[in-house]
């Protein structure tokens, strides 16, 4: 039986993935270089591609992790389709091809520094930041997306946020060099 | 979290903070997702090919399927396939059988009417071929002539479609240059019709040319060359012991008895010299040789490694272990006579169970490794995760006895060596750490880490669509690589003994493995006694053996079969039409005398 016909495999997968996915994988697609409302439209892309296909995928629906390294794939497979249009298309402004950055309007001075000191990290640790605390998501999940051990990104977690408090304390030491 | 955490680290509000403006709204997410898949459902539904898998819908893309079928059956046919869908979906793999089949099929016709319509050759104008093709008055010779150097392109036509489409489309793409010999033959027998020159020691001639091109320009790139992917059982060292046979073939139907005297020392040195059949020397009997006669050195690295791999995959197979002697007699060496602290001996060792309670207790001198052992017991020390280190654990078992807590903590040290970062080579730690689990008396805690090794497995298996610009596809990676993959033999070694313990997931093709394997087992020589380098390929034979006999390759259905074996069906079908070829033209006569002719 394909999961096609799997009765088990109804909306509530879906839902399932759409719950355990949503945060993290915005995030990711995100982190490859598009603008977090390409990013939005791209992971709502990937879940239908993933849903419609479904009979392709060889685990099981239910199984996270796996249905984690699936959806990975195909949201690769889609930013870069999406790139390569966006390449074609020079018309298009300067700002949509940018890197996104993380804050829009920095509610306040910490925050902007904050941002600022977002920005100075490595892609690897600006990544499994924005896929775990866009919404808070599980390091499992966050793990199945990136298809490592959940111990792994609590570590990459840990070492990113240690970081970026050094990053930060760079940023707002300079502010205040240049205040005096 | 601890006040000096919250120093060193960004509060997580904070973080929640700085994403909050792009956090997106779950409900409308969800309606999003919906209304895509809406969509999706529409367009598959008006195309007919949703289901359809990616790979083949890229064929049915690149095949010009309604002009072929109009061709074929009219325009009824064309407004068939439109209609019906019924090519949206076409394996190459199938097609190349059928264009053998097809082609042998045409190719047998067209010989039949050529060597109907031709006249008797007088044996005094055999071998007048290559005086005349050099003088260049024969097209059709030519057009012979330009088809064989198809056939001799086939690498570089092979090479650049997997850098395009990968190791399975190469295949075909060497498929099809050999059919083109068939193409080839047809043509350059017209042409020595044309020439009144259709005898059949000449065909035997231009067969043995057609398959010595078939040979050196398809299967020996097909042998040597990593980027294809070839599923075969017996390998395309099959397909060179039945052209060369053939070639053997055609000079014997075609009475050239001094080129075979010529022919058969050739083939031997090739076989022999040059391993063109691709004898892998992997059985357990070569295996068990090959330990039984090492020369291993106190100080050397890989001899050691290789030899306790060796012993591994022959006992993994429950085959014959050889005598060890002169092993242990090494390793009293280092341990009594000239202690050097060597610790790739020590693992091997280890693996192989060569060394006792006492002269362990001696090892843990040479090494000064009581406090680390010591430090393992009460809880503090870890484990390194470097694989030779892997000693450390059976050489603290059999010089401790451990109490519950004691046991609990070298158990905890093992699972804190557990690769928890894909980046790191990740694949010789787990097998490690599941080797000493078990030897620890806790396989339950291997069997939880299933889902975890298979997801490992998975990420740095070189699948042939990862693979591109002539990587090893097959084979398993030390580290993940988007571009520029390379298998590794440490790390597929590795793989397979982590699949033999935990299984093997689903989305590795254990044939493509066997494939990569074969090659890298392949020496020089085909007899591993005379081939000064077969220790190279020790590793990678352990693994084909264990591959093959401990983990098995699954059944495959008769038309997984024939699929697999498209290289050695062509390549039969070419043999057979070159026999076909020279069975049907006549013997030249020795004076040809026109029975019409009243004189």
Same mark, same amino acid.
């Given at each position: ?17 759409? @719950? ?13 270089? @598009?603008?977090?409302?390409? *990013? ?15 009979? &392709? ?8 992790? @796996? ?14 389709? @999406?790139? &390569?249009?966006?390449? #074609? ?15 829009? *309007?920095?509610?306040?001075? &910490?925050?902007?520094?904050? *941002? ?26 966050? *793990? ?11 570590? &990459?977690?840990?070492?990113? #946020? ?7 304390? #760079? ?8 205040? #005096? | ?242 052209? $060369? $046979? ?9 009475? /050239?008895? /001094? ?64 005598? !060890? ?163 590794? /033999? ?33 020496? !020089? ?53 070159? $026999? ?20």
């Amino acid at each position: 039986m394909t999961n096609q016909d799997n009765p088990t495999g109804g909306d509530a997968v879906l839902e399932g993935w759409i @719950a355990a996915f949503r945060g993290p994988l915005v995030g990711l697609i995100a982190s490859w270089g @598009a603008d977090w409302r390409a *990013a939005e439209e791209l992971a709502q892309d990937t879940l239908a591609e993933a849903w419609v296909g479904r009979a &392709r995928f060889q685990g099981e629906l239910q199984d996270l992790s @796996a249905a984690g390294a699936w959806l990975r794939g195909i949201a690769f497979n889609l930013h870069r389709t @999406a790139k &390569r249009a966006q390449d #074609r298309h020079r018309s298009r402004s300067i700002h949509e091809t940018e890197v996104p950055a993380v804050e829009e *309007a920095p509610s306040d001075e &910490r925050q902007g520094a904050l *941002a600022q000191a977002f920005e100075m990290l490595n892609a690897k640790h600006q990544s499994v930041l924005r896929m775990h605390y866009l919404e808070e998501t599980s390091a499992r999940q966050v *793990a199945a997306l990136l298809g490592t051990s959940p111990k792994a990104v609590e570590s &990459r977690l840990y070492q990113a #946020r240690k970081a970026l408090r050094v990053e930060l304390n #760079r940023v707002q030491s300079m502010t205040t060099k240049e205040v #005096r | 979290m601890t006040a000096n955490e919250n120093n060193e680290l960004v509060l997580e509000e904070e973080l929640l903070g700085l994403f909050a403006a792009q956090r997106p709204d779950a409900k409308e997410f969800e309606d999003g997702v919906q209304a895509r898949i809406k969509e999706l459902e529409k367009e598959g539904s008006a195309n007919g090919q949703a289901d359809a898998p990616l790979f083949m819908q890229k064929v049915a893309a690149l095949i010009p399927m309604v002009p072929i079928a109009e061709t074929l059956f009219g325009k009824v046919g064309g407004k068939l396939v439109v209609s019906k869908g019924l090519p949206a979906v076409i394996a190459l793999p199938a097609m190349m059988i059928l264009a053998a089949i097809g082609g042998f099929a045409a190719s047998t016709r067209s010989i039949r009417r050529t060597t109907q319509g031709s006249a008797p050759v007088s044996a005094s104008r055999v071998g007048g071929w290559s005086t005349h093709t050099n003088r260049g008055g024969d097209q059709e010779l030519k057009r012979g002539g330009n088809f064989a150097v198809v056939v001799q392109g086939a690498s570089l036509i092979g090479m650049l479609a997997a850098l395009v489409f990968g190791g399975d489309v190469a295949l075909d793409v060497v498929i099809l240059a050999l059919l083109s010999s068939m193409v080839a033959l047809v043509i350059s027998m017209r042409g020595l019709a044309k020439l009144g020159l259709l005898a059949r020691e000449e065909v035997a001639m231009l067969g043995t040319r057609v398959l010595v091109l078939a040979f050196s320009g398809c299967v020996l790139q097909v042998r040597m060359l990593p980027v294809f992917v070839d599923r075969s059982s017996l390998g395309a060292g099959a397909t060179a012991v039945v052209l $060369l $046979l053939g070639i053997l073939a055609c000079l014997f139907t075609g009475n /050239k008895r /001094k080129s075979i005297w010529l022919a058969i020392p050739t083939i031997a040195f090739l076989g022999v010299f040059l391993n063109v059949f691709g004898l892998t020397n992997s059985s357990p009997e070569s295996l068990a040789w090959q330990l039984e006669g090492c020369e291993l050195d106190t100080n050397g690295i890989s001899d050691w490694e290789e030899a306790g791999q060796v012993f591994e995959a022959l006992r993994a197979v429950n085959a014959n272990i050889p005598s !060890l002697a002169h092993v242990a007699a090494e390793l009293e060496t280092a341990i009594e006579g000239d202690p050097v602290d060597n610790v790739w001996a020590w693992t091997a060792a280890a693996r192989m169970g060569l060394i006792d309670g006492p002269h362990w207790a001696r090892v843990v001198e040479i090494t000064e490794a009581g406090e680390t052992l010591d430090k393992l017991v009460r809880g503090e020390g870890r484990l390194n995760p470097t694989t030779y280190y892997e000693y450390i654990i059976p050489m603290l078992l059999a010089t401790r006895e451990l109490t519950e807590d004691q046991h609990k903590n070298v158990v905890a040290a093992v699972q804190a060596a557990w690769p928890d970062d894909i980046d790191q080579d990740p694949l010789g730690n787990a097998a490690m750490c599941v080797h000493l689990l078990d030897l620890l008396g806790e396989p339950e805690l291997v069997d939880e880490r299933q889902a975890e090794v298979h997801q490992m497995l998975e990420h740095l298996w070189g699948s042939p669509e990862r693979c591109s610009l002539f990587a090893a596809t097959g084979g398993f990676a030390a580290f993940p690589r988007t571009i520029g993959y390379f298998s590794s /033999k440490d790390s597929t070694w590795a793989a397979i003994a982590l699949m033999a313990r935990v299984g093997v997931p689903e989305s590795i093709d254990l044939r493509v493995l066997r494939d990569y394997l074969r090659r890298e087992s392949t020496g !020089l020589f085909a007899v591993a006694s005379i081939d000064p380098f077969q220790g190279l390929h020790l590793t990678s034979r352990a693994s084909l053996l264990r591959l093959e006999q401990e983990i098995g390759l699954p059944q495959r259905s008769w038309l997984n079969v024939l699929l697999h074996e498209r290289l050695l069906i062509a390549s039969l079908l070419v043999v057979l039409l070159c $026999l076909v070829a020279i069975r049907m033209t006549p013997l030249a006569v020795e004076e040809f005398v026109d029975p019409t002719d009243p004189g």
